[in-house]
């Protein structure tokens, strides 16, 4: 394949387009779209190859914004011919988990909605609640994302009340268990008191309840208690009665009235704007809501029934076979609805239908669905006016050419200058952005206990932030992460040690930069010796005042951390022979001092750098006479 950066796109080279179109045959099959460098772009399918790749370079009005944007990019096209429409789906399904390419997210991830993984790609799996999708491992699964989250947290709080799991990420000691072993909430995973294979069993049945299986799980769980007590083990038993007891609790009430309460089934509807669509899709196994996911995508995107069946096929790929249900109810129609039905099916091994309800209680659920994703969009659209009209205010106020994407606040934490620390947080059209936090340690000499300077210290943060650019690492037109607005926590002081390092570095005319004054809610701008007339209530100043205690918050938090970290380890600055450099190697190799307290000799032997006669004074310190 070229991979020339010299090829021109298609949309530029009719010649080559029209005769790659003709190369394209009227037959199922899967395309993919390639850019100048060989990067895929898009993965589709489609039911005749040479009509839906044509329909891309017809009319770029008839297209959305994103696919648009995607086909300006298309420099080669590439096609697999398969038998069905059904392999078709499946192929395009597998290349997408493959690949990933970029224009094929339709879903937009915007932490709003928490998902559950569970870590099979260990020997302990953990169970836990989180909001990035980070696929790093192929055996590791991810369930949701689920709306209503604090439904979600009372689950996994009840589930591990319930079931013998690992509670804590790190062990608390290193040579024996913790409190929730003797009390029967961990089965001693840290000392491996119990194999990965038994340990993975009960991490399968906890898997159940977020597969939507909660009543299959009750009736294994029901003949496991019965058996066990025709064996006179009562203990286990009462044990076995006391989960049921406790998963039956769950969705109690959250009965959905159906006519046949046997049969599984999904239900996806969308409410939509000019812009946004958020979809809910309720999961109902034997009349109970079990789940109740939610996503966000473009509704420029696509017509409604294509979006629906992109979100349902995004859902299902990541799915197991026994979580699809036998039914699927559905708001519109779907394009493909028949290629869907087929490639469900046959992952699943018996026969789904997918169904557009007209009347009676089905079409009641629909209705139900969509008023629920109705209110979504109306808070999700509220949320939206307020950073606009928060964004807009703060434009005038400021009098900036455009409107801020992103905006990035600065504060320093210290006490009397001891453990100096300095946060970035980061607001992009007005939501914190916490994947673009960072904090920075003081390095500056100066700062020490009993000398404190936040002049220097934002002057350091402001040099490190925008070294790069400076030194012509990288330009401003070429970066992500340039901000359009910096705002500094302080008042003149601050702000002009900030300008002068601007200045110094040839940036003061590229970086607007502004300081927030506690006391009053001051403004100040560079150059000016008396801050803007604001009200502190007005949109652009609150947006301001949220910047500024995310940032007094999150640089708080990094110097308390780093306070306790400096506590335990003067611990170890008390053992005479112990210097710096084996006390991380210490650190390193048991974690915490409490570890190294409960070490014995030989193990604080076998730590490099440490002999027998260091050991001994380290054990001594800790088991004095």
């Given at each position: 394949m070229?991979t020339?950066?010299?090829?021109l796109?298609l949309?530029k ?7 790659r ?5 009227a037959?199922?099959?899967?395309y993919l ?19 839906r ?6 009319d ?16 080669d096209?590439?096609?697999i011919?398969?038998?069905?429409e059904?392999e078709?789906l ?15 997210v ?14 099979w ?5 953990r169970i ?11 055996k ?10 604090h439904?979600l947290r009372?689950?996994?709080h009840?589930?591990k009340r319930?079931?013998p799991?690992?509670?804590r990420?790190?062990p608390?000691?290193k040579?024996r268990?913790?409190?929730n072993y003797?009390?029967?909430?961990c089965?001693g ?8 294979e038994?340990?993975?069993?009960t ?11 909660t ?6 769980l029901?003949?496991q ?19 049921i007891?406790a ?17 599984s089934r999904?239900?996806i509807a969308?409410?939509s ?13 034997a ?5 109740r ?23 299902y ?9 036998s039914?699927?109810l ?6 493909d ?9 046959d ?6 239908n ?8 089905k ?9 629920n ?9 509220r949320l939206?006016?307020?950073n606009?009209q ?11 050419p455009d ?15 001891s ?18 936090y960072?904090?920075?340690n003081?390095?500056n ?11 220097a210290?934002?002057?350091?943060v ?5 070294r790069k650019?400076h030194q ?7 970066a992500?992460d340039?901000p359009?607005l910096?705002?500094i926590?302080g008042g003149?002081?601050?702000?002009s040690?900030?300008?002068?390092v601007?200045q110094?570095?040839?940036l ?7 300081s927030?004054?506690?006391?009053r809610e001051?403004?100040?701008?560079p150059g ?7 009200d502190?209530?007005?949109p652009?100043?609150?947006l301001?005042?949220?910047?500024r ?20 380890r003067s ?11 084996r ?16 070490a ?17 004074e380290?054990?001594d ?5």
């Amino acid at each position: 394949m070229t991979t020339s950066t010299d090829i021109l796109t298609l949309v530029k080279d009719k010649e080559r387009l029209e005769n790659r179109l003709k190369e394209i045959p009227a037959e199922p099959g899967v395309y993919l779209m390639r850019d100048r460098n060989g990067d895929i772009l898009y993965i589709g399918k489609s039911k005749k190859l040479r009509s839906r790749v044509r329909s891309y370079f017809r009319d770029s009005q008839l297209l959305s914004p994103r696919i648009a944007t995607m086909v300006q990019q298309v420099a080669d096209i590439e096609f697999i011919v398969t038998d069905t429409e059904a392999e078709s789906l499946a192929l395009e399904a597998n290349l997408v988990k493959q690949h990933q390419p970029y224009f094929n997210v339709l879903l937009k991830d915007d932490k709003r909605y928490p998902y559950v993984c569970i870590t099979w790609s260990e020997d302990y799996p953990r169970i836990f609640i989180t909001r990035k999708r980070r696929i790093d491992n192929e055996k590791d699964k991810f369930y949701g994302p689920y709306v209503d989250t604090h439904l979600l947290r009372y689950t996994l709080h009840i589930i591990k009340r319930t079931f013998p799991l690992r509670q804590r990420p790190r062990p608390l000691f290193k040579d024996r268990p913790c409190l929730n072993y003797d009390i029967g909430r961990c089965p001693g995973v840290c000392q491996q008191l119990i194999s990965p294979e038994e340990y993975r069993q009960t991490v399968q049945k906890v898997a159940m309840i977020f597969q939507g299986r909660t009543g299959e799980l009750i009736e294994t769980l029901t003949s496991q208690m019965e058996k066990a007590a025709e064996d006179l083990n009562f203990e286990a038993a009462a044990t076995i009665r006391d989960r049921i007891k406790a998963l039956s609790a769950l969705n109690a009430d959250q009965k959905v009235a159906l006519p046949d309460d046997t049969i599984s089934r999904d239900a996806i509807a969308l409410a939509s704007d000019e812009q946004h669509c958020c979809i809910q899709l309720f999961q109902i196994r034997a009349g109970r809501l079990v789940g109740r996911l939610g996503f966000f995508a473009d509704s420029r995107s696509l017509p409604s029934g294509a979006i629906l069946q992109r979100v349902l096929e995004e859902h299902y790929r990541m799915a197991e076979s026994v979580e699809i249900p036998s039914e699927i109810l559905v708001q519109h129609e779907l394009p493909d609805a028949e290629i869907l039905t087929e490639w469900l099916s046959d992952r699943k091994g018996r026969k789904v239908n997918i169904i557009v309800p007209q009347r009676q209680t089905k079409a009641e659920l629909i209705e139900m669905v969509e008023r629920n994703a109705k209110y979504e969009l109306e808070r999700t659209q509220r949320l939206a006016d307020r950073n606009l009209q928060s964004l807009q205010d703060l434009t005038e106020i400021l009098d900036l050419p455009d409107i801020p994407k992103r905006i990035e606040g600065y504060d320093i934490s210290h006490i009397q200058g001891s453990n100096a620390v300095a946060s970035q947080v980061v607001f992009i059209d007005g939501i914190p952005a916490k994947q673009h936090y960072r904090h920075y340690n003081i390095k500056n000499p100066d700062v020490k206990i009993g000398h404190s300077d936040d002049f220097a210290s934002l002057a350091e943060v402001i040099r490190r932030r925008f070294r790069k650019y400076h030194q012509g690492e990288i330009s401003k037109e070429n970066a992500e992460d340039f901000p359009d607005l910096v705002m500094i926590d302080g008042g003149k002081g601050q702000l002009s040690s900030v300008v002068a390092v601007l200045q110094e570095m040839d940036l003061l005319q590229e970086v607007k930069v502004v300081s927030l004054a506690k006391q009053r809610e001051e403004i100040f701008l560079p150059g000016e010796s008396l801050p803007l007339k604001t009200d502190s209530e007005q949109p652009g100043v609150q947006l301001l005042r949220r910047l500024r205690d995310e940032a007094h918050r999150f640089a708080i938090s990094f110097h308390r951390q780093k306070r306790l970290n400096k506590s335990r380890r003067s611990r170890l600055d008390e053992i005479p022979g112990l210097g710096f450099h084996r006390q991380k190697l210490l650190l390193a190799h048991f974690h915490s001092v409490d570890y190294i307290r409960e070490a014995s000799l030989e193990q604080l032997m076998e730590v490099s750098g440490i002999g027998r006669q260091l050991a001994q004074e380290i054990y001594d310190y800790f088991h004095p006479a």
